[in-house]
């Protein structure tokens, strides 16, 4: 399966998929922007202000490449593929800032996931979580509740009931409820 991983920034989203990745032996965990696309200061900050279309047409790039290459080990092997943040993830964030975008798939020959997994997090824990870890530019940007709840809205209007598991990251157990969500991936199957 190709399963996605999202929610907002500081919900636990590249915990929850290490975690998903170490208890599944040969899957493969993968993010966007990958690597390669690790420069990303100049892009959210100058780019951005200075061209919405361009800031997104960069993140959009970084989903057409690793589906590139996601697809190239759905070819050779037979695994899991886990996804720290994909396209959906991408569109939220520009319909958010007012870029008017769809989720769309087949229009770049981007995979679709076969299971979304939204993150939820109260917003005490995660405001907590950040702190800890470091604001970045997106995190001031969802101090504002507006903003974050554009977000909500968004992602719950790209969200298909059918393809997507909610999970509550609240719980200081994480392993434990990982545990219990890698039972219902396996569940899907």
Request: net charge neutral; hydrophobic share 35%.
């Amino acid at each position: 399966m190709f399963i996605v991983i999202t929610g907002l920034d500081g919900s636990g989203t590249s915990t929850v998929a290490e975690n998903l990745h170490k208890m599944d032996e040969g899957s493969l965990l993968v993010r966007t922007p990958s690597i390669e696309y690790a420069n990303r200061e100049y892009i959210d900050n100058e780019v951005r202000q200075t061209s919405q279309i361009a800031h997104y047409l960069y993140y959009l790039s970084s989903v057409v490449y690793i589906s590139e290459k996601i697809k190239r080990a759905f070819d050779y092997k037979n695994k899991n593929v886990y996804c720290v943040r994909y396209l959906i993830d991408t569109v939220v964030s520009h319909n958010s800032a007012g870029l008017n975008v769809e989720l769309e798939y087949e229009k770049y020959g981007i995979l679709k996931p076969d299971l979304t997994i939204f993150i939820k997090l109260n917003e005490e824990t995660r405001q907590k979580r950040i702190k800890e870890r470091g604001e970045s530019q997106l995190d001031k940007l969802l101090d504002d509740p507006e903003r974050r709840n554009a977000f909500y809205y968004n992602f719950f209007k790209f969200l298909d009931s059918s393809s997507t598991v909610y999970f509550d990251n609240g719980n200081s157990d994480v392993e434990s409820n990982v545990a219990k969500l890698f039972k219902e991936i396996q569940r899907r199957k």
